[in-house]
């Protein structure tokens, strides 16, 4: 057994790329040979390394077109009968206690019910990543599900020993949620900002100058204001200003909707928008070669990864630049879009799209910037679990 435990419950059963499944993936490959990526068998009602079929979701290119889990049958056959086997699971050998565990995702009831047999298996520290706390400033746009499950999930996060937080904006967020419950014991939470991935070195095709390519990466859902964004192309667009839209990330059903259906009338009066769904990795990093900068009119994010990744490969973002997005936005690369109205963001499209010369000096400021891998992370990750009692 590894010095480490990583639960990866939700994760190795699909192959959605949202934000949270893709730092589950890219902290499981930097924590290769000191991690053993673990699930919760619901099957077998108990704690245990994951299958070869699991591992292959992970490693999958290609995401699906759904977020929910998936457990074939054969999984589920297997894990009842070590269950009624009385089979005893392979984390609760002793000689198989781990040194810590990490919980990178955002868990549900079942899962946390179980923590305390995970933290049996792991002598310690107990850590999670805390993404955001979203679902309550903005209930508006989070599905009911989320809203009905999310109080309880911040105060389970009391029993960890310590939480990484995505952004000082998400650590503040925390903070202020537990402070309002009355909490005056909590687990130390520090902002660790997340690492990305390397883009590829091949700069591609220098973009359409004539007609260019406008690029929002984003899951389809209600905080993420697609909405908005379709509204600010149309003012443009009617203005006579030639451009593309091109949108790539996966819908969600509930709080979806809207924007999708906004977005079938202006293809059927022929606006130039293109919806993609989600993308593999090499469908997107041709997207971002193609494109002359990237709009992400997300209300608020935990993080950011759409705009640190446009910024790493040198392309422009419009975005909003507080809270979280502040963060990332403050060296540079992007042009503020106020609280990301259409008409706001109508005017700072519009901006870059007509302006080539403070494109230019934007895409000067991206390409300047540095962001640290998920190595880096991985290991500041690990300095601080090791300052931990």
């Not at 939700?10 to 924590?31: E, K, N």
Request: proline residues 8%; neutral net charge; contains cysteine.
């Amino acid at each position: 057994m590894a010095a480490l435990l990583l639960d990866l419950t939700h994760t190795s059963h699909t192959r959605a790329r949202t934000g949270i499944q893709r730092v589950a993936r890219s902290l499981r490959r930097a924590l290769a040979g000191k991690a053993t990526a673990v699930c919760l068998d619901p099957f077998e009602d108990a704690w245990r390394p994951l299958e070869d079929w699991e591992e292959a979701n992970l490693a999958a290119r290609h995401p699906s077109s759904g977020r929910g889990e998936r457990w074939p049958m054969a999984a589920q056959v297997r894990g009842r009968l070590r269950r009624w086997n009385h089979r005893r699971p392979a984390l609760d050998e002793p000689s198989n206690v781990a040194a810590g565990a990490i919980v990178p995702e955002v868990f549900s009831a079942g899962v946390a019910a179980a923590l305390p047999r995970l933290f049996n298996a792991a002598a310690g520290p107990h850590v999670a990543l805390f993404h955001d706390a979203i679902a309550l400033q903005f209930p508006e746009y989070s599905p009911r599900s989320t809203l009905a499950r999310f109080p309880s999930y911040l105060r389970e996060l009391l029993a960890f020993d310590g939480i990484a937080a995505n952004s000082e904006a998400s650590r503040d967020s925390l903070l202020d949620y537990w402070r309002w419950l009355g909490v005056s014991e909590h687990p130390p939470v520090v902002a660790l900002p997340l690492g990305l991935d390397a883009p590829p070195a091949d700069a591609g095709p220098t973009p359409d100058a004539a007609n260019p390519v406008v690029l929002c990466v984003a899951s389809i859902e209600g905080r993420k204001n697609h909405a908005s964004l379709l509204d600010a192309c149309e003012i443009l667009w009617a203005r006579g200003v030639r451009f593309q839209l091109r949108l790539i990330g996966l819908a969600h059903d509930e709080t979806g909707r809207p924007a999708l259906e906004r977005l079938k009338r202006l293809q059927s009066a022929g606006r130039p928008v293109l919806y993609e769904g989600p993308q593999g990795d090499d469908a997107l990093e041709a997207a971002y070669r193609a494109c002359a900068f990237t709009v992400y009119p997300s209300l608020a994010e935990g993080f950011g990864l759409p705009v640190a990744e446009s910024l790493a490969r040198g392309k422009p973002c419009v975005c909003r630049t507080d809270g979280a997005l502040g963060e990332i936005a403050r060296g540079g690369g992007c042009l503020p879009a106020g609280s990301a109205g259409p008409a706001e963001l109508a005017a700072a499209i519009g901006r870059l799209i007509e302006s080539p010369g403070e494109r230019a000096a934007l895409t000067a400021a991206a390409r300047d910037r540095r962001f640290d891998g998920w190595d880096h992370y991985a290991r500041r990750l690990l300095e601080w679990m090791g300052s931990l009692p």
